[in-house]
């Protein structure tokens, strides 16, 4: 895993300092770069993007003088977007992943949750789907408007999970859901990988909630493992289906057919339970049974990544599941789709921006590099294409066109000295 260095941190954590390149407020910022992804599949070398306050202005074909930044064997992209995380889900000074019993005090609680939310955004995540907790909530909020540094986030608030109540209470959690401010409506209609990944919510009950939820003009994710649980989730007209770590062509292809968006994970939530067992072991499910069967999942799960990407149509989103100890190493996930699964770098890198954005609907202001767009951009190390590990290289996060992130040396910003 790549080790998020304490520099980097304390930078992105600092809430009230100055950026650390002093923008001016009065002329646009520019990037001089020699390598531009436009986050929909397109390429351009030797650019120059003008930022104005908070969004792109354009993009010139041609390097400027004296830019605000400049890079070489650099790639500037859109600022990558994760579908599905617990951004309030951490490890705690005892090296044991947080729960509510551990005697955690509410501001330790708090820091741990902003820290998880800057490590994202140092890693190059600018926005990120949270599902789900209702401390989500005022994380969004306190990074949206309270001069919290963070990703830009959505949150489903607490998943709904009780495959016991009747469609009427169902549509009822939904409704509560909206008015306590979620964004998007996170189900689970299958068990856990740990416990075998059979469906819980019947057909009716997904259809209550989902139709539900759509009525109230929100998306769906739905926790899904077993082709049956998938296909059940696609008839009833949910959005999403997450995981899907047992999924069959045939259903991938009704998927494609319907237009659910699919978000598999391919190593990172599994490698962090795996590798960190004693921050885990002895939690709910967290058994000798459990970790085995995330085991045996590694291989299968990679596969239904191959299998995805060959079913034409099938709209493929990225999101890792990141959990406590995860956060700031989403781009894992990238590097293992390309690496071990066989999806093209592109394509991956397009997942993560475009499709992701259109997959949260906000593909009219993130996810692409076009004038009037977000200026959330970030700049990475050498070229994806060649080597997709350069994803965990970022050198420079920008959200909002506000620089939040810098991992350059000053001799490297020529406008700044
Ligand atoms: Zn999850």
């Not at 963070?150 to 999970?161: H, K, N, W, Y």
């Not at 059940?232 to 009704?254: K, M, N, R, S, W």
């Not at 475009?354 to 593909?363: I, K």
């Amino acid at each position: 895993m790549r080790t998020v260095r304490p520099f980097a941190l304390l930078a992105a954590v600092a809430l009230l300092a100055p950026p650390l390149a002093a923008q001016r407020r009065d002329q646009p910022v520019t990037i001089v770069v020699d390598r531009l992804f436009d986050g929909r599949g397109g390429q351009m070398r030797h650019v120059t993007v003008f930022v104005d306050r908070s969004r792109i202005l354009r993009v010139e074909p041609r390097p400027i003088e004296q830019p605000t930044f400049r890079f070489d064997d650099a790639t500037l992209l859109p600022g990558l977007i994760d579908v599905h995380v617990h951004i309030t889900a951490y490890v705690n000074r005892a090296g044991r992943m947080h729960t509510g019993r551990d005697g955690d005090t509410p501001a330790q609680v708090a820091f741990s949750e902003a820290a998880n939310a800057a490590r994202t955004l140092a890693a190059g995540f600018t926005t990120i789907q949270s599902v789900g907790s209702a401390d989500d909530r005022d994380l969004r909020d306190w990074i949206a408007d309270g001069g919290l540094t963070g990703p830009r986030i959505l949150t489903s608030l607490d998943p709904i999970t009780d495959a016991s109540l009747s469609p009427d209470s169902l549509r009822g959690l939904v409704r509560a859901r909206a008015r306590a401010g979620a964004d998007v409506i996170k189900i689970f209609a299958s068990k856990s990988i740990r416990d075998g990944g059979a469906q819980t919510m019947s057909d009716v009950q997904l259809q209550a909630l989902c139709g539900e939820a759509h009525a109230q003009g929100l998306r769906t994710v739905v926790h899904a493992h077993s082709a049956a649980s998938m296909r059940a989730v696609t008839l009833a007209g949910c959005d999403q289906i997450e995981h899907g770590v047992f999924a069959t062509p045939e259903v991938l292809q009704l998927m494609a057919q319907r237009g659910t968006y699919f978000d598999p994970q391919c190593s990172l939530i599994f490698r962090n339970y795996l590798d960190h067992r004693n921050w885990f072991q002895g939690i709910g499910n967290f058994t000798a049974e459990g970790f085995e069967a995330m085991e045996q999942a590694i291989p299968v799960a990679v596969a239904v990544i191959r299998q995805a990407v060959a079913t034409p149509d099938l709209k493929l989103v990225f999101g890792t599941d990141a959990v406590a100890g995860a956060h700031g190493h989403n781009a894992e996930d990238l590097v293992c789709r390309v690496r071990q699964a066989g999806q093209k770098a592109m394509d991956a890198i397009v997942a993560a921006t475009s499709t992701n954005a259109t997959a949260l609907g906000l593909a009219d202001r993130i996810g692409a590099i076009e004038p009037g767009m977000q200026a959330d951009l970030i700049v990475v190390d050498g070229n994806p294409l060649d080597d997709i590990t350069a994803l965990q290289r970022v050198l420079l996060v920008m959200k909002a066109g506000r620089v939040v992130h810098d991992d350059q040396t000053l001799a490297q910003r020529p406008g700044l000295r």
